[in-house]
């Protein structure tokens, strides 16, 4: 036991004990979890590993959950899939698909971190579970709050998707629609949490919640055999993600699972809010906010909290930052749907549009291999391609008809 040591400040390094608190008091930095890795050695071994479920608490020691975990017994373990016709299309050898449309419950990657979130909360004694959301969090942070029977009250922008919000509504949570950004939702959340004792995920929680990213690194390291691709291509929305799959193959690395990290990681974004990618291009530490306008929702955050550790992750890995238009996206998400059958959302239109381009630019050579991170479900955000795909043929309901249509279409 005691495997979790505290949290530490990013940017200085001071120390703070396990509580429900996110930037350090003195420099403003973001808290990390910090491990004993000594001991998380004593019971995760690769032997451990083949008896256990296949759920993200399958890497519970390296999680900062100190009881038992109350929610998130499915969530995890989406498939990798190596995706033939796309390597063919694209002209790049080994192309994987890690698949989180089809995680559980909410068909998102915001299904880990929320998982962890909540478990966490419960443990801090909270019966109120809360987020500020770009649409994807607001379905999972219902949807799980629900199966532990907790209340949950979820703040979103004023023009999210209607699959997004339906999927908040349909689970009983308390959702606000507020006249702002996914920015103004935030500002206005962090004063919330101050005056509330309310558990938000990624806010008073963020340090837990960006934990439950890392089994998305896990899983990506064990499907392979603990063989890293030369390549990862990440959605940047906060830029949680791409930081916490960094520190996940770093953690396996510690622990002797893995030799050597030759892992590139590649930032995507949306040129309409590519903060992160804006500054990777003009060499800059900071981030400069910029103000949201894309297809890609659920990547439109002007002011990323996380987005100075996600330059370091990609300066660090000699990765690169790249961004896309909206008509790229939409390409991305057609391609990847008509190559490999999956529908993805706008944010797996991002990462497949920003491989393209990377391999067009001789980032990604043609001998290499990829893991493209599809972190979304397309059914959530049916209304950017709706207008772009056509209408099904009618037909009266008999052989005459549909022969007449047959003899047409070929
Ligand atoms: C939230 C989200 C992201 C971005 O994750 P960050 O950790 O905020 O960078 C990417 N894809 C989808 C589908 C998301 O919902
Ligand atoms: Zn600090």
Redesign the pocket.
């Known amino acids: 036991m005691y495997i979790i040591q505290g949290l530490q400040c990013r940017n200085c390094g001071r120390s703070y004990t396990l509580s429900p608190t996110h930037i350090c008091e003195f420099c403003f930095g973001g808290l990390d979890v910090v491990y004993d890795y000594s001991k998380v050695g004593h019971t995760f071994t690769l032997k451990a590993l083949e008896n256990r479920p296949y759920n993200i608490w399958r890497y519970k020691e390296l999680l900062p959950i100190e009881k038992e975990p109350v929610c998130g017994f499915n969530v995890g373990f989406t498939p990798l899939l190596r995706a033939r016709r796309l390597e063919r299309l694209l002209g790049i050898k080994e192309i994987y698909i890690k698949n ?1 449309a089809v995680n559980h419950p909410t068909l ?3 299904d880990r ?1 929320v998982a962890v979130a909540i478990s966490k909360a419960v443990e801090f004694g909270y019966d109120v579970i809360s987020c500020a959301s ?4 607001a379905n999972s942070v219902a949807a799980l709050a629900a199966s532990c029977g907790l209340k949950s009250y979820v703040f979103i922008p004023w023009d999210l998707e209607a699959g997004k919000v339906l999927g908040t509504l349909i689970y009983g949570a308390h959702l606000i629609r507020v006249k702002g950004t996914y920015d103004d939702v935030n500002r206005l959340c962090s004063e919330i949490a101050e005056n509330f004792e309310w558990a938000f995920v ?1 806010i008073n929680i963020r340090p837990f919640y ?1 934990e439950g ?1 890392k089994t998305f690194g896990f899983e990506i390291a064990e499907q392979m055999n603990f063989k890293l691709p030369k390549h990862i291509v ?11 799959i960094w520190k996940a193959f770093k953690e396996l690395q510690t622990l002797g699972f893995i030799d050597a990290i030759e892992t590139k990681m590649h930032g995507a974004q949306a040129e309409g809010a590519n903060p992160i990618v804006s500054a990777y291009k003009q060499g800059r530490k900071t981030i400069k906010p910029v103000k949201p306008n894309t297809i890609a929702k ?2 439109a ?1 002007g002011n ?3 987005g100075a550790y ?1 330059l370091q992750t990609i300066r660090e890995s000699g990765g690169t930052a790249e961004d896309v238009t909206d008509d790229e996206i939409l390409e991305g998400i057609k391609m990847l749907a008509r190559e490999e059958g999956i529908f993805t ?4 239109g ?1 990462t497949v549009a920003v491989t393209r381009k990377l391999k067009e630019q001789g980032v990604i050579g043609e001998d290499d291999s990829v893991v493209i ?1 599809i ?2 479900n397309g059914l959530k955000t049916q209304e950017v391609v709706r207008n772009n795909m056509g209408e099904p043929t009618v037909i009266e309901p008999n052989l005459k008809d549909f022969e007449k249509i047959y003899c047409t279409v070929i």
């Open positions: 989180d998102s990657f915001k971190v770009t649409g994807n969090l990624n960006a990213s990440v959605p940047m929305g906060g830029g949680s993600l791409i930081t916490k659920s990547l955050i990323p909290a996380d996600a959302e706008t944010a797996g991002v991170a972190t979304g």
